[in-house]
């Protein structure tokens, strides 16, 4: 019932280097592809990827976002999502500034009167796009970091009187990593200096298939100055979402991502752009470890709208906590599971600090022995005293010091550790592994918050494991189940108290001496 990180990943067919990414994201930093995870941490991981756990809890739960359509042709087209990037100062801000202003709502409501991340344009025959109005690389990478490509194209601002900068380049690196398409706008060709000609043979230099030279990418020459250019590029980018032929549902549980998230007067806030399905005031939803029943929705001009269909973004309220931007949003059936998936996923998350603490300080005892030992063979120890200094070396077959300090035989004494907090299980897991010798030492192999379940019981009397109860108490069937297992459990709530009689446990389980 104990799995390696690379088997699991190979069990889940990840490579192993993504998914020890993901497990940092999962809340397990610093484990490493050798560290082992009990049956159960390992079926919650597994959960995270789709698969039907083996360990069934009983208890657990969580809301998955939905596997693609059969058939996403018949779905209907949504609007294309779009980031602006570009060298600092080619115009990334005066651009979403112009289109700002020609925004759907900014024209309904005379202007937009809050910033909430992203803005939606409306053309002539109803099509729509959706601007991030964040500009710049950061934000578009903490999303890609998150694993969320939010992005449907990038607009790639390169100004005429500068041409190809080094954040132009990296721009495109990301947008390539990301296999996000881009569309260039050469930006200030109303200025004087402007030299189209030359941005284009800069960007043909740096591998970039511009139309003009045979390739497909589309160029627009702008000025977000004049409005030059402008409808164009709105054009251009309907063109490509059209190549691209983006869709999503409009019905069905909603999902999307966070943008942003801030604190207003009116309580916390998120964006949420909306990847598929639609969002309604009342609907339940989970982001991260946070959930939400949302309350209203508002568009970028503060007006509550009634729903929010794909491609869109839109304030929520009536989060309990702020939710982390780049969050996958999913909507839950009722509150009930809402609150499931939100606890579930804080155990996944405890789970994981605990398993990385642990890791650590296994790695920091392996050091220590590493050290000790490295000590040991430069000062063999003598009956005179350790740290005088030695004499000349004894005949080595003779030594009877040294057969006395030869390495004895390693015994484990298996822990399961319960509490009634993360912190306290925490505190508890480190002291336990901080007792032991060169004979024994105890072996933690699975600390969590809660009541003692079934499946901990079960799992210590196959493992021979004794539970340790942390302040927190036992339901009687557990107690009698322990019982007919014939597993121990220690009840303590004071650190110190535990601690002794671990100590004694480890003392009573050493082999009798000869
Ligand atoms: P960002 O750093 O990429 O966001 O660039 P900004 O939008 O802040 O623009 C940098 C400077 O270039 C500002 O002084 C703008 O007024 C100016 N600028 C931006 N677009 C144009 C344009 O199309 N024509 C001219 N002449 N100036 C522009």
């Known amino acids: 019932e104990y799995i390696s990180v690379s088997n699991l990943a190979i069990a889940l067919g990840q490579k192993i280097d993504i998914f020890l990414s993901q497990l940092e994201e999962l809340g397990f930093e610093d484990v490493g592809k050798e560290n082992i995870l009990t049956g159960e941490t390992a079926a919650l991981v597994a959960q995270e990827y789709g698969f039907e756990p083996t360990v069934d809890t009983g208890e657990e739960e969580d809301l998955k976002a939905r596997p693609a359509a059969a058939d996403p042709s018949s779905l209907p087209l949504r609007p294309p999502v779009v980031t602006i990037m570009g060298h600092v100062d080619h115009g990334k801000t005066t651009l979403l500034d112009y289109l700002r202003k020609s925004s759907t709502v900014a024209q309904e409501h005379g202007g937009i009167t809050q910033h909430i991340g992203a803005f939606s344009v409306s053309l002539s025959g109803g099509k729509q796009i959706t601007f991030l109005d964040t500009p710049g690389h950061a934000a578009f990478l903490s999303m890609r970091q998150r694993g969320a490509n939010v992005t449907d ?68 020459c702008v000025s977000g100055k004049t409005g030059q250019g402008m409808a164009d590029l709105e054009e251009n980018i309907l063109l490509l979402a059209e190549m691209l032929d983006i869709r999503a549902e409009t019905d069905g549980m909603a999902e999307g991502w966070v943008l942003e998230s801030t604190i207003k007067p009116l309580g916390r806030v998120a964006t949420v752009l909306i990847k598929r399905g639609t969002l309604r005031p009342g609907d339940f939803i989970v982001a991260g470890r946070v ?62 600090e605990i398993i990385s603490q642990m890791a650590q300080q296994e790695q920091d005892r392996q050091k220590r022995d590493h050290e000790r030992e490295l000590e040991r063979i430069a000062n063999p120890p003598r009956r005179r005293g350790r740290h005088q200094p030695a004499p000349a070396p004894p005949p080595p077959a003779e030594d009877p010091v040294a057969a006395e300090d030869a390495p004895p035989q390693m015994t484990h004494l298996n822990f399961t550790i319960k509490g009634d907090v993360h912190g306290s299980v925490e505190a508890v897991a480190a002291a336990i592994l901080e007792q032991g010798n060169n004979e024994i030492r105890p072996r933690v192999l699975h600390a969590a918050p809660g009541q003692i379940t079934e499946w901990d019981v079960e799992h210590a009397a196959v493992a021979g494991s004794t539970i340790v109860n942390f302040n927190n108490t036992i339901p009687g069937h557990i107690k009698r189940l322990a019982q007919e297992q014939g597993v121990p459990i220690l009840e303590h709530n004071v650190i110190y108290h535990l601690v002794e009689e671990v100590r004694e446990r480890l003392a009573d389980a050493l082999p009798p001496l000869v």
Do not use: F
């Not at 790639?156 to 706008?185: F, G, W």
């Not at 001009?301 to 929520?316: F, K, L, R, Y």
């Open 153 to 220: 194209m990038v607009i790639l601002v390169v100004a005429a009187d500068d041409s190809v900068m080094p954040q132009t380049l990296e721009a495109l690196k990301h947008a390539r990593a990301a296999k996000v398409p881009i569309i260039v706008a050469i930006n200030k060709v109303d200025r004087p200096e402007a030299n189209v000609d030359r941005v284009k043979s800069d960007l043909a230099t740096n591998g970039v298939e511009i139309e003009d030279y045979g390739g497909d990418v589309q160029v627009v």
């Open 291 to 352: 959930h939400a029943k949302v309350r209203s929705l508002r568009n970028e001009a503060g007006v509550e709208i009634d729903e929010a269909p794909p491609g869109t973004a839109v304030e929520v309220l009536g989060w309990k906590e702020p939710p982390d931007a780049g969050d996958l949003v999913v909507q839950a059936p009722d509150e009930s599971k809402a609150k499931a998936a939100v606890h579930y996923r804080q155990e996944l998350h405890d789970r994981g």
